[in-house]
């Protein structure tokens, strides 16, 4: 499955955070989306999703206008952006199983608890977790559900160098997967090491 945009475009109040843009991530492919702070990566990642609407141009899935309500595309586009969303009143690990279950997912939900290092609050509410903690349970999120578009904003964002190595061979695997990604980050190591090709705001 691939991600695209055509000719996208989006403003606040008549002021445009971005115009023209066409770019495609096709199926092993990353793009990065790089900028600077406030030149508009996460709206644009917002927009990929279907969490805002462009003012002009379309997204594309698999070629066809994103539809965001879509039982397909919801199987298919796994996402983790700056407002993610957790059930607050069941465990790390509960959380996960849950998400694994409802995408009918075989993967082995403690595995990727141990690779994201949460095992030592696996058994904790997501409320009462760190913003970093929070942050790996997003990504966690991600990788227990079935995808084939992987849409991210800064994943590299609160980890430590052996984190960021970790998300690093992560998104390579994922790459050889055959998954299509998209990304925003400030990370210039992991920029080089896992996009084919940039999109500068």
Same mark, same amino acid.
């Given at each position: 499955?691939? &991600? ?30 790089? +900028?600077?702070? +406030? ?8 927009? !990929? ?31 983790? &952006? ?13 959380? &996960? ?18 690779? $994201?290092? !949460? ?12 913003? +970093?903690?929070?942050?790996? $349970?997003? !990504?966690?999120?991600?990788?227990? *559900? ?11 964002? *609160? ?7 970790? $998300? ?28 084919? *090709?940039?999109?500068? $705001?």
């Amino acid at each position: 499955m691939s &991600l695209a945009v055509r000719d996208a475009g989006f403003g606040y109040g008549g002021v445009p955070v971005f115009a023209g843009l066409t770019f495609e991530a096709a199926p092993g492919e990353a793009v990065a989306v790089v +900028g600077a702070n +406030g030149s508009g990566k996460s709206t644009l990642l917002r927009c !990929l999703v279907g969490a805002e609407v462009l003012d002009s141009g379309s997204v594309l899935f698999d070629g066809a206008v994103l539809d965001e309500s879509s039982a397909s595309v919801r199987a298919r586009l796994a996402s983790l &952006l700056d407002d993610a969303d957790y059930f607050p009143d069941v465990s790390v690990v509960e959380h &996960l199983r849950l998400l694994a279950w409802l995408h009918s997912s075989s993967v082995d939900v403690s595995v990727v608890v141990d690779e $994201l290092g !949460l095992s030592a609050v696996a058994d904790q509410l997501p409320p009462t977790l760190s913003s +970093g903690q929070r942050h790996r $349970l997003g !990504l966690a999120s991600c990788f227990v *559900r079935p995808r084939s578009v992987l849409v991210l904003d800064e994943p590299e964002q *609160r980890l430590d160098v052996a984190g960021r190595a970790w $998300l690093r061979d992560r998104l390579l695997a994922e790459k050889a997967a055959g998954v299509a990604i998209v990304f925003a980050s400030h990370d210039a190591r992991l920029v080089e090491a896992v996009a084919c *090709r940039t999109v500068t $705001l």
